[in-house]
């Protein structure tokens, strides 16, 4: 997506020039603070003339531009919208059926299985809009999220309810840490501190976590410990244990994208390898094709760890139309991928 006109090329001028025009010695690099908030006033007051236009070319332009997104990729987008709906109307059904007697019998993994399922289908829902948008980045972000959540759901899946409570009950480690951190930063960002009588409910909450469990719970990935035989597991070594370890290096792939390291400033998904001169700093219709598959994926794995609580016929005809959608996604996904990849060869573009 290039920027055709800039509408603030001529006020950044202007800027300038007022700059030079307040500073009475003729110094533009050395200017008072005086000067300074003066030419501020007047930017604030140009620019604010000057955004409605300016935004309404941004909002036509987007728009433009979701349409060039939805004439390519839209038949393997509407795929894996239904793919999603799909999930989350057997989520629903399974929720409804069997929440009375997982609740009656206290059932930890159906609790768990329930949650994680949920929250892969509102993560899947917002990799949607970014897909749509043409923000191949940001959805591939979101996936890594979905991946974390099928992991966790397979090995909590395959290890019962000791592990299912404590993943739960670790909630406790986590909300202690980020309530330490909270109570050390607040009155820095200008937010009420916490009482010292609700700390201490954290801090024995945290402590009776750690006794009922072991030391080692204390950890980030603590809740996994005893099933591993590792005193401290990383999430790598869960996702061993449930062998999607092969989806490590896409894993790591879109780790660089969240993070701030010098690899994410000169790689981005979103160029295509004929215009890595280029720097990136909006949506783009090329690279759509990967977190679209791997979201169809990560969400087939977590909806087949729930419903493998309680298997029926009715499930097993789900889970198999969820496979044969995922084929159709990647079918309309190699399509889509060959006449974006088509347009960088033409001599023009």
């Known amino acids: 997506m290039r920027i055709e006109s800039r509408f603030l090329a001529d006020l950044l001028k202007s800027l300038e020039e007022n700059i030079i025009g307040l500073d009475t010695d003729g110094h533009p690099d050395e200017v008072s603070q005086e000067t300074i908030n003066k030419a501020t006033v007047a930017f604030l007051e140009k620019l604010e003339a000057t955004a409605p236009r300016r935004l309404r070319k941004e909002r036509k332009d987007r728009k433009q531009f979701e349409r060039h997104v939805q004439k390519i990729w839209g038949r393997a987008f509407d795929l894996l919208e239904t793919f999603r709906v799909l999930a989350l109307e057997i989520g629903a059904d399974f929720n409804e059926q069997h929440r009375p007697t997982a609740s009656r019998d206290r059932d930890s993994v159906f609790e768990v299985l329930t949650r994680l399922h949920a929250r892969a289908c509102q993560v899947s829902s917002e990799v949607l809009v970014l897909l749509k948008s043409g923000y191949a980045t940001g959805a591939h972000a979101r996936w890594r999220t979905l991946h974390e959540i099928a992991v966790v759901a397979q090995f909590v899946c395959e290890n019962g309810p000791d592990v299912a409570e404590r993943y739960l009950d670790h909630a406790a480690i986590t909300y202690r840490k980020a309530m330490r951190s909270y109570q050390k930063n607040c009155k820095t960002l200008g937010l009420e501190p916490i009482s010292e009588v609700v700390l201490e409910e954290i801090e024995a909450a945290r402590n009776a976590a750690i006794e009922r469990h072991g030391p080692d719970f204390k950890y980030d990935y603590g809740w996994a410990a005893k099933a591993l035989s590792n005193?401290?597991?990383?999430?790598?070594?869960?996702?061993?244990?449930?062998?999607?370890?092969?989806?490590?290096?896409?894993f790591t792939e879109a780790n660089i994208a969240v993070h701030a390291g010098s690899l994410a400033v000169q790689l981005n998904p979103g160029l295509h390898p004929s215009k890595e001169d280029l720097i990136l700093a909006?949506?783009?219709?090329?690279?759509?094709?990967?977190?679209?598959?791997?979201?169809?994926?990560?969400?087939?794995?977590?909806?087949?760890?729930?419903?493998?609580?309680?298997?029926?016929?009715?499930y097993s005809v789900v889970l198999e139309a969820m496979e044969r959608l995922i084929q159709m996604i990647n079918f309309e996904l190699h399509a889509a991928h060959a006449v974006e990849d088509s347009t960088y060869a033409r001599p023009d573009d």
């Open 231 to 250: 005193t401290r597991p990383t999430f790598a070594d869960i996702e061993n244990a449930v062998s999607l370890e092969r989806l490590r290096y896409v």
């Open 282 to 314: 909006g949506p783009s219709s090329y690279g759509l094709a990967d977190p679209t598959h791997d979201t169809a994926t990560s969400l087939y794995q977590i909806t087949v760890a729930m419903l493998r609580l309680r298997p029926t016929p009715k």
